[in-house]
């Protein structure tokens, strides 16, 4: 998955304006603790990172 691809399902999710904020400030525990974000900047794969994101947030079907 493309990095734009990830941003465009994360803003489809959580509203352009609060998809940043999920993704700068909500740590997940299946990051290993790390933000969407700080995972992003580690190097986790985009679909590693957004496929917890959905298990975190419980991201309907249609849209993962």
């Known amino acids: 998955m493309r990095l734009t691809a990830?941003?465009?399902?994360?803003?489809?999710?959580?509203?352009?304006?609060y998809a940043?904020?999920?993704a700068k400030d909500h740590v997940i525990a299946d990051l290993d603790?790390?933000?969407a974000a700080?995972?992003?900047s580690d190097g986790v794969d985009t679909k590693?990172?957004?496929r917890?994101?959905?298990?975190?947030?419980?991201?309907p079907d249609r849209i993962r």
């Open 6 to 17: 990830f941003w465009a399902k994360m803003n489809q999710q959580f509203g352009e304006n």
């Open 52 to 59: 917890a994101v959905c298990a975190t947030f419980d991201v």
């Open 38 to 40: 700080q995972a992003l």
């Open 48 to 50: 590693t990172v957004w």
């Open 20 to 22: 940043e904020s999920v």
């Open 33 to 35: 603790g790390r933000t």
